[in-house]
């Protein structure tokens, strides 16, 4: 049992419940409409969960093609994209999701061996103000937190409709 004094910050139970406090914090600190983290799986990314609950299924897809993360990933676009259509690759997703987007940002996460597993992401439907981007610092360490618990062996979800 947790003492009443520590409870709030003794550790979650398992890598998804990390992974959810993180985008409830990010949403209630950083703002941004929707976060999520997700899994990259040939050629789909996969949500493993966002915030707010239930604004996108977990095991949802996405075609990887059709990714903002990719883009960034790829190095195509910038981790972050205060008016996305600004930015030729970001302006350039119209399908799914993509055609909502206002305001991007994401960084990826990584395995122990430097593969990249998926991402921390974050988009609006308006788009944000150039100061948003003072955000990427803190959306940055997250994820490397993310990525540390990944490399000391804290196993994430698999997607649903994976083997």
Known sequence: MVPGGIGDVAPWPDWSAAARGALEFLH?????DLWMVTRVVDDCQYVLCSYPDGAVRPGARIWWEESFCRQMIEGRAPRVATV???IPAYAALT?????DVAAYIGVPLVTADGQLFGTLCGVAFRAKPLSAARDLRLVETIARMLSTLLA???EP???PDLP
């Open 84 to 86: 996305t259509a600004a």
């Open 152 to 154: 000391a062996g804290v």
């Open 28 to 32: 209630e600190h950083v703002g941004w």
């Open 95 to 99: 399908k799914g999701l993509g055609r």
């Open 157 to 159: 979800p698999t997607p």
